[in-house]
């Protein structure tokens, strides 16, 4: 019999899609994106770790890429500048609390990032009458706030008899500017500290948010957003960064002209973590447990995707009331999604270790009853596939591309 599953409910109340490696979830997923690439007005960001949605087009579908090293600005290559940060966010990129001086290098650090924002929208005319917070995201030239670093962590002031000492602040910036020196100029960072003027304009936030926010009808759709080329170390910020700007501007909307949109976060254990250490974790898991909770009242619903469910945190978990579960083997896994389920349904979850390829339990309130369902495959299979071992074994010949690969390394792209 064919199983349909509710697309109102499916989003309004978040959804969850679990399988280990080789079970079938990419192919749920681009299947997914397929189905809701033919609504008119449809509206969808996913969050691509790996580029492996890449080859799944469509007229209602989208591809973005994270600017690798060299890249320039253009259509299909998005840039995150710097100053889209917030304050929190700003603080776990740069500073490292274990630094004895680590409560003055905030405090000097948002003092030189609010007088360049002042000093920004003075200078341009904009008039913000009620004035701007740490928070607001307006641009600002970090290579001043560098500077004005730099200057009071070698001030000499005055003392007393008209000798010169040391400032307040004298040697005590350096290991702060050191990091955020090495930031902006690591090329593997570009998209964040490209020198490319236009990214700090005061209009680029609404060009960014129009290509991320725009439903099909406005020449958007479902974005699929390629996150390959960022550095594990700040994945979560960014994948955060962009999570946290749609569920604002929706916030800041007026009802009557919500467009709902869905996020959905494949390898989400790998920035929506079950314990968190680093500040970058910290940061990125406060903006989706926000969205878990309160991102039904504003139009944003959350698809949460993972091969390791026990490693994705619980809180957002739980706020999901539809799960879509492949084969899972590992206990840990088994007993996250069990604990999860409702009651009612008996010994489905027994099914969880056996279930074939493409196969799921379907649970929630997006679904009539639990059901045991096979998923369709995608017209346009993802770059998921597992490759055949002992088939390429088998080739008499084939091609030599580590001397490529080893300079793509090095050049940090490919």
Same mark, same amino acid.
């Given at each position: ?37 033919? /609504? ?18 469509? @007229? ?6 994270? %600017? ?23 603080? %776990? ?39 701007? =917070? ?14 004005? /670093? @730099? ?60 290509? /991320? ?40 909307? @007026? ?6 949109? %869905? ?65 899972? =083997?590992?206990? @840990? ?82």
């Amino acid at each position: 019999a064919t199983a349909w599953l509710d697309g109102n409910k499916l989003f309004q109340r978040h959804a969850v899609i679990v399988g280990s490696t080789g079970s079938g979830k990419s192919y749920t997923v681009a299947a997914l994106i397929e189905k809701i690439s033919e /609504l008119k007005s449809c509206n969808a960001i996913l969050f691509d770790i790996h580029g492996e949605y890449n080859p799944i087009v469509g @007229d209602g579908i989208k591809h973005y890429r994270i %600017a690798g090293p060299s890249d320039l600005l253009s259509d299909e290559i998005m840039f995150l500048p710097y100053w889209l940060l917030n304050y929190d966010e700003m603080i %776990a990129l740069m500073l490292d609390r274990s630094d004895s001086n680590a409560p003055n290098q905030a405090m000097m650090f948002s003092r030189a990032v609010m007088e360049e924002k002042n000093k920004y929208i003075s200078e341009k005319g904009i008039n913000l009458s009620d004035g701007i =917070t740490i928070d607001s995201p307006i641009p600002y030239n970090i290579n001043n706030v560098l500077s004005f /670093l @730099d200057s009071k962590n070698t001030e000499r002031v005055k003392g007393d008899g008209g000798r010169e000492k040391n400032g307040d602040f004298n040697g005590k910036l350096s290991r702060f500017i050191q990091r955020l020196s090495s930031k902006v100029s690591d090329k593997r960072l570009n998209f964040m500290f490209s020198s490319d003027k236009s990214l700090l304009e005061y209009d680029y936030m609404n060009k960014l948010c129009k290509q /991320l926010m725009s439903p099909a009808s406005q020449s958007g759709g479902v974005k699929s957003i390629d996150f390959s080329e960022v550095p594990s170390d700040i994945l979560p910020l960014m994948v955060s960064l962009i999570a946290r700007l749609i569920f604002s501007v929706q916030q800041w909307m @007026d009802k009557d002209k919500f467009n709902p949109i %869905a996020i959905s976060c494949d390898e989400a254990h790998l920035y929506i973590p079950a314990n968190a250490q680093q500040s970058v974790e910290v940061s990125s898991l406060h903006s989706f447990e926000r969205i878990a909770k309160e991102g039904r009242k504003y139009g944003v619903g959350l698809v949460v995707i993972s091969q390791r469910p026990s490693e994705v945190n619980h809180t957002v978990l739980s706020q999901s009331s539809n799960f879509i579960a492949m084969r899972l =083997t590992n206990s @840990d896994d088994q007993n996250v999604i069990k604990k999860l389920l409702p009651d009612s349904i008996g010994n489905f979850a027994d099914l969880l270790p056996i279930l074939d390829v493409g196969e799921a339990i379907a649970v929630g309130d997006a679904s009539l009853l639990p059901s045991r369902i096979l998923i369709d495959k995608p017209k346009i299979e993802p770059n998921s596939a597992t490759i055949k071992f002992w088939s390429e074994w088998s080739k008499s010949n084939v091609s030599d591309s580590i001397d490529n690969a080893v300079e793509a390394m090095r050049k940090q792209g490919k």
